[in-house]
């Protein structure tokens, strides 16, 4: 189910997680994905989508791709671009670009994208140590929580500090929930999920039923409350009260690990369920 660019890495996640890059560091870099057949493939969605009348031709389908790296193996998404005619442009939304800036904007350049928005879910080290450089080459917008203001502004808080590489981030644009963002032709409604860190953000793609979750939602767990400014009560809430009220078919693409689906997280997570 993976729509294969030259020079891509074949293959799905869990096949690629062992590749490294050819500079040596951790990670590879995933083709764009179809994310209605991906939800397809990975949860056997076809019996309720035909329930629901949901028909893959009716939606606006994001191409979605990532590459998954640093200490901790963090998922950076990017979604292609669409015009006002549907079709796909060269234009690249990308979040969380973890340690790597200036790597993934010269591997995106390499087919031909361009990053034009930098969305954060949070402000953990892991997702923010390569903002600086991705937005300095790429001379994109960084978007994040006005809520998260701490954590990007504090490298013990975002443990940066910890890990011996300090790291602040002052974002270009300080979005609200329900906010909705208008980006490469795509409308993303910022929602607020406090718990993980009190501004963690999820980014919905209501148009094609996909949720960029960050590290609130995982398949079958859920993000770490031990941290500064977490709490599991609030995570909890934020899961059931923002997140299992989205179609069930929506999938959830996480910080960390597999993808996963509304549905599959609202009968099968022990944490959230």
């Known amino acids: 189910m993976y729509n294969e660019l030259p020079g ?69 998404f990017y979604i292609r671009g669409t015009d006002e005619k549907g079709d796909d442009t060269k234009d690249l939304i990308f979040i969380d670009p973890a340690d790597r800036g200036d790597y993934l904007v010269e591997k995106c350049a390499e087919k031909g994208f361009s990053i034009k928005a930098i969305l954060l879910t949070h402000g953990h080290f892991d997702h923010i140590w390569g903002v600086e450089a991705m937005a300095k080459k790429s001379g994109a917008r960084v978007y994040a929580a006005e809520t998260e203001k701490r954590l990007l502004s504090d490298p013990e808080a975002n443990l940066s500090a910890d890990y011996g590489r300090p790291c602040t981030i002052t974002p270009d644009v300080w979005v609200k929930d329900g906010e909705v963002l208008k980006l490469c032709g795509w409308n993303i409604k910022c929602i607020f999920t406090p718990g993980h860190t009190e501004g963690s953000t999820c980014f919905y793609f209501p148009e094609g039923g996909v949720l960029i979750a960050g590290d609130t939602l995982f398949e079958e767990s859920v993000g770490r409350t031990d941290f500064p400014t977490g709490s599991s009560s609030t995570l909890i809430r934020s899961i059931r009260e923002k997140l299992f009220t989205l179609p069930e078919e929506t999938i959830v693409y996480p910080g960390h690990g597999e993808l996963t689906t509304i549905g599959h997280e609202k009968r099968y997570n022990p944490f959230a369920c």
Not at 20 to 34: I, M, S
Not at 49 to 71: A, C, R, S
């Open 8 to 76: 891509d890495v074949p293959g799905s996640p869990e096949e690629n997680k062992d590749r490294k890059y050819e500079e040596g560091g951790g990670g590879c870099f995933h083709p764009l994905l179809k994310s209605r057949a991906l939800a397809v493939a990975f949860h056997e969605l076809s019996a309720s989508l035909v329930e629901k009348d949901v028909k893959e031709e009716d939606m606006k389908q994001p191409e979605i791709g990532y590459f998954t790296l640093g200490m901790v193996a963090t998922n950076c």
